[in-house]
């Protein structure tokens, strides 16, 4: 258990004095990319694709969890997704979140990086106090980066980003990062929103016990009109239209090579590529 | 009269995106801007003034270290004081964030990921950019300005400086104490291991049992005259070696690329599309790789392996 003591923030008078740690994860649920196919037209197939929890956000679920874990409070998931969320969703409740709340709004739906963060910035308000927001460092789908950068904006709390490491000390969250050019250790107050790589941890797999409880965790649905958000506004501010998908044409021979032994296949791998010319050195 | 704005604190992809930035301003007839922000910028500016029309340049202390908040400060007073029309920055880890805060502060669209940038006629940012994991490319419009896209390394080339000398400005900002203080910094030993050059690359996956068996594939490496890559969990988890190749490290092209032990993840994939040939050797059938590969060996590399070094000595001493 840890004792926060910031101060109310001058931009909002939601955070108040709290005794216990809140932490909120931002979940997504995409696509499972490995499952798409690619028409005719080279257009991916996106209907009927299954969906999941987005790799990097289930490894800040696992943090958030780990820190429960040590420090007790409490962990909840946000989406901004469809009905199909309530679904994909379980995944998180059984790998130990405590309730889930999905925006589940048609009229949300197909947003660009500036609305989404707007909205989920609203419902981070109404999920207010709260110590930290974990998010993945990207969605590996949209590969846009930016959500968590753009809360830290809008609600003006601490951003730390690519974090391999995280952990409280007194008041404050001590987060291991790195950067092209170099590792950091850095201190920032609380609140904070923090965005994990791919190697800070390996997600548990729930066992059938968890998955069994998740059903009867909560999960809350809100919509624009719980948020106060108005629709039309949302949409005169979005900036980015996306005006086609395409898939690029890979056009590989995909020829096997088989032989009796490991010497007969490698003779006939280094034919094959000596007469493409690319083994040139050789030739 | 309008402006691009272009910021990278990584200097080659600064000039790489100046280069492109110039191509625009003469489609915009706009002026073209180089930012540069830190603690000591002299040795920066020097390197930009052949590449833009004007210099802006935000030196403060309080700027030692790459700090998001206190950066973005910066970027939002360069946006005030020339509005530009497009703002380019480089898609190093710290601009992403860097980028997405700021867009944020000036209620701004942001395309990240960018592989090639337009203008339409309306002055719209048109840009292309990777999407589902790396395996597809949007068409996407910003419309609105100011226009902000991210760009990585070696997407668009450098042009020769021009003989022109870009004037200097000095903004100066005021920076508050940041939510976030450094505790420790770790330098990295920068080593280039050349590989978004090389024309030939033997590439190690999670098929590979322990460190000490790259040296096999440094044999076979070395008898083909190529460079070394691998996925990311043989750099990131296991260390083994420093860069890896994919959609969040190197963009390879070259002519050969041979794939041992690597299963074909869409984010490696999305780092090999450039190859001219690949040669995949896994032991499962199943593997995605043979999907993108043009020549599949189906078997056990650590037979396979010594097996093509063995072949491929015999070969060079017959014909040298
Ligand atoms: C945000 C994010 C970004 C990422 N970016 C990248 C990236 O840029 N680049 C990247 O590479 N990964 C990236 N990844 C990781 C990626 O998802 C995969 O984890 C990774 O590519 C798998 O690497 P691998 O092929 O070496 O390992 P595995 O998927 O484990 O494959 C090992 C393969 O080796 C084969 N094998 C095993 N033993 C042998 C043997 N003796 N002989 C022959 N074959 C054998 C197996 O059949 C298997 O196909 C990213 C992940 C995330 C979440």
Redesign the pocket.
């Known amino acids: 258990m840890i004792i926060s003591d910031w101060k109310v923030r001058d931009v909002d008078e939601i955070w108040r004095l709290c005794d216990l740690v809140k932490i909120v994860v931002l979940v997504k649920d995409i696509p499972d990319l490995t499952d798409i196919k690619i028409g005719q037209d080279r257009r991916p197939i996106l209907v009927s694709v299954k969906r999941k929890i987005n790799?990097?956000d289930k490894r800040a679920l696992e943090s958030a969890v780990q820190l429960k874990e040590k420090y007790g409070g409490e962990v909840v998931t946000l989406s901004l997704g469809d009905e199909k969320t309530r679904t994909t969703i379980l995944d998180a409740l059984s790998s130990g979140a405590d309730s889930a709340y999905i925006i589940n709004d048609k009229e949300l739906i197909g947003l660009d990086a500036l609305t989404t963060a707007k909205v989920l910035s609203f419902a981070l308000k109404k999920l207010a106090p709260f110590d930290l927001v974990l998010c993945?460092?990207?969605s590996?789908d949209t590969l846009s980066s930016q959500i968590g950068a753009r809360i830290a904006e809008i609600l003006n709390i601490s951003q730390v980003m690519y974090a391999r490491r995280i952990d409280l000390v007194g008041n404050k969250i001590k987060v291991e990062r790195e950067l092209e050019y170099c590792e950091e250790v850095v201190e920032a107050e609380l609140p904070a929103i923090v965005s994990v790589?791919?190697e800070i941890n390996e997600p548990r797999i729930p066992s059938l016990m968890n998955i069994m409880k998740a059903k009867r965790k909560p999960v809350i649905e809100w919509d624009s009109k719980t948020l106060g958000l108005s629709v039309e506004e949302l949409k005169k501010l979005s900036a980015i239209e996306i005006l086609d998908v395409k898939a690029p044409l890979v056009e590989r021979k995909r020829i096997m090579i088989k032989g009796e032994t490991p010497e007969e296949v490698a003779e006939k791998l280094v034919e094959a590529l000596r007469s493409e010319g690319v083994l040139r050195d050789l030739q | 009269m309008t402006g691009i704005l272009v910021y990278s604190e990584d200097l080659d992809l600064q000039l790489q995106l100046l280069s492109k930035g110039r191509e625009l301003s003469n489609n915009l007839a706009a002026k073209l801007y180089a930012l540069v922000i830190g603690s000591n910028v002299e040795g920066h500016v020097a390197s930009v003034l052949n590449y833009s029309d004007a210099v802006i340049t935000i030196e403060n202390k309080s700027l030692e270290h790459y700090d998001v908040e206190l950066y973005k400060i910066g970027v939002v007073e360069a946006v005030k004081r020339v509005n530009p029309d497009v703002i380019l920055i480089g898609a190093t880890k710290f601009g992403k964030e860097l980028a997405a805060r700021t867009a944020a502060a000036l209620d701004a669209g942001c395309m990240t990921e960018c592989i090639s940038l337009n203008i339409d006629k309306e002055g719209n940012l048109l840009a292309e950019r990777l999407i589902y994991g790396g395996s597809s490319i949007a068409l996407e419009k910003s419309r609105r300005k100011p226009h902000i896209a991210v760009i990585s390394k070696n997407i668009f080339k450098r042009l020769e400086p021009s003989t022109k000398v870009a004037e200097v400005l000095r903004l100066d900002t005021d920076h508050p104490k940041s939510k976030v203080q450094i505790l420790e910094k770790r330098e990295k030993s920068k080593s280039d291991t050349g590989l978004e050059e090389a024309s030939i690359i033997v590439a190690?996956?999670?098929?590979f049992?322990k460190k000490e068996d790259l040296d096999l594939l440094r044999e076979l490496s070395s008898i083909l005259g190529s460079k070394i890559g691998?996925?990311?969990?043989?750099s990131a988890d296991n260390g083994w070696l420093d860069e890896?190749?994919?959609?969040?490290?190197k963009k390879v092209k070259p002519r050969l690329y041979i794939a041992?032990?690597?299963?074909?993840?869409?984010?490696?994939a999305?780092?090999i599309r450039g190859s001219q040939i690949i040669v995949s050797?896994?032991?499962?059938e199943a593997?995605g790789?043979f999907e993108i590969s043009d020549y599949g060996i189906l078997?056990?590399?650590?037979t396979?392996l010594p097996a093509l070094i063995k072949v491929l000595k015999k070969v060079k001493k017959t014909e040298s």
């Open positions: 790799d990097l993945g460092e990207m590996l790589i791919r | 190690a996956g999670r098929g049992k691998c996925t990311r969990p043989i890896w190749i994919g959609i969040s490290g041992f032990g690597i299963s074909g993840t869409i984010q490696h999305a780092g050797v896994n032991q499962d593997a790789i078997g056990d590399l650590y396979i």
